[in-house]
């Protein structure tokens, strides 16, 4: 059974930065592509970034150039690096895992779903 295990979140002020941690358990981690995704209140679930099993990544454009998406196959661990964090960012962020190639960042497209961290950003 796959468990995803968010971390990291918390509440920073515009342009700070903030280092997302994604746990997981219970498969093959190395195999799966894995993606962040984000949901503010009253907004749709978006994709925000995505890293293959061959280390392909796709960004959002809204964080291109801001955050960086990074995995340990070692640790079985997905980060997110999120710099220069704007109010447009706040949103609760989710680990999502896929157990076939990533070719966009459409959240159907995943499996298997963390419960979330918070990340507020203040003006």
């Known amino acids: 059974q796959v468990q995803l295990v968010e971390s990291g979140g918390g509440s920073v002020q515009a342009g700070g930065a903030l280092r997302l941690s994604c746990r997981a358990s219970g498969y093959t981690y190395s195999r799966y592509c894995m993606g962040w995704f984000r949901q503010a209140p009253g907004k749709e679930r978006e994709g925000v970034a995505l890293?293959?099993?061959?280390?392909?990544?796709t960004y959002a454009e809204s964080v291109k150039g801001r955050f960086t998406i990074s995995r340990d196959n070692g640790e079985n661990t997905l980060y997110l690096q999120m710099n220069s964090l704007k109010p447009e960012d706040t949103a609760r962020y989710y680990c999502a895992a896929r157990r076939a190639y990533c070719y966009s960042l459409i959240a159907v497209d995943f499996n298997s779903w963390g419960q979330g961290t918070q990340v507020t950003v203040s003006s």
């Open positions: 890293i293959n099993n061959d280390w392909r990544t």
